[in-house]
């Protein structure tokens, strides 16, 4: 049934979804509060989201991107050329988003949404580079794309 429902939905329109999940049932023990797991407070999560916009926001603006140029203040709205010089990646990265694209028969512009989220979590770890974990993180949110598309 969910096939028959997303097959409806055209690859293009997909590819302009940056973050794709599918999202398991809560179980009763952790909406009960009685889960194993302890969660991230709400407060460090704000906290860390802030240092991530504060980033994009000196990334853009010192570049003379952000208000001062052509509007673009996160990374979510970063043109191809803004993609390469503040996306780099190393070797290992870079074959790692290669055999992506080639087994899940991915486009282009899924190649810059991918680099988009990768940016962006590599930015909530305050890390300067794109390291192969937030690209492999970014890769894994387009599990729409490899349940449904491919």
Excluded at 62 to 77: C, D, E, L
Excluded at 93 to 121: C, F, N, P, W, Y
Aim: proline share 3%; net charge positive.
């Amino acid at each position: 049934m969910i096939q028959r429902y997303v097959g409806k939905i055209s690859g293009p329109l997909m590819d302009r979804i940056a973050i794709h999940l599918d999202v398991p049932a809560v179980k009763f023990n952790e909406l009960r509060g009685r889960g194993t797991e302890q969660s991230e407070k709400s407060e460090e999560v704000r906290s860390r989201v802030i240092r991530a916009r504060e980033i994009q926001l000196g990334r853009f603006e010192t570049k003379g991107a952000g208000a001062n140029g052509n509007g673009v203040y996160s990374n979510s709205a970063m043109t191809p050329a803004q993609i390469r010089r503040h996306c780099a990646l190393d070797g290992e990265s870079e074959s790692l988003l290669e055999k992506a694209m080639h087994r899940q028969g991915l486009s282009a512009r899924a190649h810059d949404r991918i680099l988009k989220v990768a940016r962006t979590i590599a930015d909530l770890e305050a890390s300067e580079n794109i390291g192969p974990t937030h690209l492999s993180e970014a890769i894994n949110y387009r599990s729409l794309d490899r349940n449904y598309w491919a």
